[in-house]
């Protein structure tokens, strides 16, 4: 019953910056662990940051300091604001939905691709 929709996605130098969005439907956001994740090809799928429904983060090493995630449950969306993007961070970078408790399932969306080259 959850979709989910990203983007924000494209080519940027690096060193730039990008803002990606994920916006969801239904009435479970606010309540919902919201994650980015990325899978570059050739690569298993990463998690990159998360943020549960009170609004506390985690990031994976790699991204510490540079990204930041947020949420805007008004909104029903979670950002992924990265800055200073290095050829690395080149990836489909999907958004997850999990429902709070013993949920059936979680939910992602199709992604979005970043691409950091000069």
């Known amino acids: 019953q959850v979709q989910l929709v990203e983007s924000g996605g494209g080519l940027v130098q690096p060193g730039g910056s990008l803002r990606l969005s994920c916006v969801a439907s239904g009435s479970i956001f606010s309540i919902s662990t919201m994650t980015w994740y990325r899978q570059a090809p050739g690569k298993q799928r990463e998690l990159v940051a998360r943020i549960i429904s009170g609004g506390m983060t985690n990031y994976a090493d790699p991204v510490k300091g540079r990204f930041t995630i947020s949420r805007e449950n008004a909104k029903n969306t979670v950002y992924l604001q990265m800055n200073s993007l290095k050829p690395e961070d080149t990836a489909v970078y999907y958004c997850?939905?999990?429902?709070?408790?013993?949920?059936?399932?979680?939910?992602w969306g199709k992604g979005t691709l970043v691409t950091v080259s000069s």
């Open positions: 997850n939905l999990d429902p709070p408790g013993l949920s059936i399932r979680d939910y």
